[in-house]
């Protein structure tokens, strides 16, 4: 199973931003008690009116959905009820479907430069190692199928294992 992330969407009442925001940290703080809790921020309006973004992440759908339905969730969104009357709007992603995607989670793109320098980071290590293991075995090929090969790996490597721990390791940097 993959890591899930869940943005949620909420429009505290008018004069209520405070008290909303104050309890959504304090949920935040309950579910990052939960099993399989990974990460998880609240993102504020950027002008009053707008809605507040909840980011969670866990290790699987199945921690997700244990926190869902617990007592603890369930008292922290009656508290968040009585200072917004808006209904949250849910989605889940798989995680690893949201490194591209940065501009919906944060309030702004890392920039260019860093991002690169992050897959950088992760595509010359692995690329090294396969090229340099690999490449007696491949030797046979012609250069088409043998880049076919080498890249494939390359690319599944960094997407589903060396990028979920980079971003996460890198957050700091890429959100300068």
Known sequence: MSQVTRIVHRRANSGFEKEYEAL???????SSKARGSLFSTLIPPRVDGEEFHVVQCF???????????????DEWHARIAQVSDHRPQYRTYNTSDLWFSAAGLVPRQPARWRMAFVVWMGIFPIASAYIWFLSPYLMDLPFLPRMVVLTALIV?????FVL????????????R
């Not at 290790?59 to 969730?73: E, G, I, K, N």
């Not at 599944?156 to 589903?160: E, G, L, P």
Request: proline share 5%; glycine share 2%.
């Open 59 to 73: 290790a699987t759908q199945d921690d997700l959905d244990a926190w869902r339905h617990s007592p603890v969730a």
């Open 164 to 175: 979920p721990v980079l971003l996460r390791r890198m957050a700091r940097f890429l959100a």
């Open 24 to 30: 959504a940290r304090g949920m935040l703080e309950a």
């Open 156 to 160: 599944a490597t960094m997407f589903y």
